[in-house]
């Protein structure tokens, strides 16, 4: 498959592999804390008392785990510009995978209010306690 010389060409260029590397890095944890914020907030709204909040989350959940990543990059990078917005392209992958990534996210912080038990919502009422202070 590879012989010597490929490897030797490989070990040559190492520091675009390094720095290939240094950006997957940069991207990848800049898209986990964008993911991780508007999942929390995405997943509190989404079992919140109002009816067209939830219905906004849902539609926000179920547009971003239905289409793939892929698409979303590709309208990122090619589609905005035709708008007269142009992003470079860390920021487009941050964008695009913080934002589909933090719709499942959001799943999860969801079931987790879900998975409440009510008895304890309703102790909690009882004790005085608001919606939100109970989350």
Do not use: C
Request: proline content about 4%.
């Amino acid at each position: 498959m590879f012989d010597l010389e490929d490897w030797l060409r490989l070990l040559q260029d190492w520091r675009y592999f390094a720095e290939g590397l240094g950006q997957t890095v940069k991207a990848s944890g800049l898209a986990l804390l964008l993911a991780l914020g508007i999942g929390v907030v995405v997943g509190v709204l989404s079992v919140a008392p109002w009816t067209p909040v939830r219905r906004l989350t849902r539609v926000y959940v179920e547009f971003f785990q239905n289409t793939p990543l892929v698409v979303h990059a590709f309208f990122l990078y090619y589609g905005l510009p035709h708008l007269g917005i142009s992003l470079p392209v860390l920021a487009v992958g941050v964008l695009a995978l913080g934002v589909y990534t933090g719709a499942y996210i959001s799943e999860v912080i969801r079931a987790g209010i879900q998975s409440i038990h009510r008895g304890q919502l309703g102790g909690g009422y009882s004790q005085g306690f608001t919606y939100p202070r109970l989350l």
